[in-house]
């Protein structure tokens, strides 16, 4: 869909805070001086540090934490002047702990603010109902209390909750940090497949930058004392951190990590020594030889020397053209050969890629 003129994101950001100061006592801000745009339906990170003002700014969006100076702007008009309440209502806030209210079943803690708002009891079950579905639960949950769920069927259920009022404004402190690693990647990726279907502006605090440059369209760093160190996408933060603070904290691997952001694009294509098992005997001899089936897809490798059927080393990661640098260097590195196969959208085989050069496009895009 095309953006209306002058109606941008960056022209048009859906929060903005105008240097926004907190202190709750004399001495060290909780935060300091934050002048900050977040774009319209797009998911902006928070992530430092403990103790370095996350959650005190995510607040400050929903008055919860009233700023000492500075203004918070939402659509653009300065919240200071709007009734807390009524707010706090027009925005989803998903907790750490789901923060489900345990003597209410599943239904009813998912239409607890649609109630607040005055719709009628029929309406908010149905549209609880939906949620439930929309977050990937199944509809015989409804009728639960919370402690009948798992951890992340409870996350779920705090998400739901969240988007009950279809609030354009989602703010998410630590949703996911309190469940093991592999919920936790269902829920993120959940939230990404959400994010497709609903455009919110969300707001997520986390303290984990793999969580952080994974869901955040934007990612703004922010250092100890309240200070914001670095906002942009999460590519640049791992290509070009600002400062030895935020490169220390996305992690010497970073350019590892940004691999997975950056097409292969124009990474060359080496040619392949090929056979199916059926022209075997007619292939070269002293070469790394790609058999192939007759659709011509991968099917294994064989070593110099090696013609034998049986000696076929077979498994290695798959490079599909235009995908990305990681997934190029995954097909290097796990390649028998030392050199990764390359296919098409069809799984045919299109050639070799070779380490060296998924290297050379690394160096070349750190300096660049
Ligand atoms: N109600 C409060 N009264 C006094 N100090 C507070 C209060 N809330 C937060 N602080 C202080 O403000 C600073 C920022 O706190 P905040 O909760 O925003 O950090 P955070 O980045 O969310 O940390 P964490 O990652 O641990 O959740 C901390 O030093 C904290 O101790
Ligand atoms: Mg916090």
């Avoid at 990681?326 to 050199?339: C, E, K, V």
């Amino acid at each position: 869909m095309e953006e209306p003129r002058g109606r941008s994101a960056a022209a048009d950001p859906m929060v903005s805070f105008r240097n926004v100061t907190k202190s709750y006592a004399a001495g060290n801000p909780a935060v300091d001086n934050l002048t900050l745009d977040l774009d319209r339906g797009a998911i902006t990170v928070f992530v430092g540090p403990s103790g370095c003002g996350k959650t005190t700014s995510l607040r400050m969006i929903n008055r919860m934490v009233e700023p000492t100076s500075g203004t918070v702007l939402v659509d653009g008009k300065d919240i200071a002047g709007q009734a807390p309440a009524k707010l706090r209502r027009s925005m989803g806030y998903v907790l750490q702990s789901a923060g489900l209210l345990p003597h209410r079943t599943v239904l009813d803690n998912i239409a607890t603010v649609p109630r607040l708002n005055g719709a009628s009891k029929r309406e908010t079950r149905v549209r609880a109902q939906e949620l439930l579905e929309t977050v990937g639960l199944p509809a015989a949950l409804g009728s639960r209390y919370p402690s009948q769920l798992s951890g992340g069927q409870q996350q779920r259920v705090g998400v739901a909750r969240a988007l009950a009022a279809d609030p354009p404004i989602l703010l998410m402190d630590e949703p996911f940090s309190a469940v093991d690693p592999v919920v936790r990647a269902e829920l993120q990726q959940e939230l990404l497949r959400l994010q497709q279907q609903l455009a919110k502006t969300i707001v997520f605090v986390t303290h984990d930058i793999d969580e952080a440059t994974l869901l955040g369209d934007k990612v703004a760093v922010f250092a100890t004392g309240g200070r914001l160190a670095q906002y942009a996408p999460p590519e640049e933060l791992l290509r070009a951190p600002v400062d030895d603070f935020v490169a220390g904290f996305v992690g010497r691997d970073r350019g590892f990590r940004s691999l997975s952001f950056r097409e292969a694009g124009e990474l060359p294509l080496h040619s392949a020594a090929t056979a199916t098992l059926a022209t075997l005997g007619d292939a070269p001899g002293g070469v790394w030889l790609l058999i192939v089936d007759d659709g011509g897809a991968p099917a294994g490798w064989l070593p110099p020397g090696e013609r034998s059927p049986d000696r076929l080393l077979v498994g290695g990661s798959l490079f599909t053209l235009g995908s990305s640098l990681r997934q190029a260097l995954d097909a290097t590195l796990s390649s028998p050969s030392g050199r990764g196969v390359a296919v098409d959208g069809q799984g045919r085989v299109a050639g070799l890629v070779d380490a060296e050069d998924v290297l050379k496009r690394l160096e070349a895009g750190r300096s660049g």
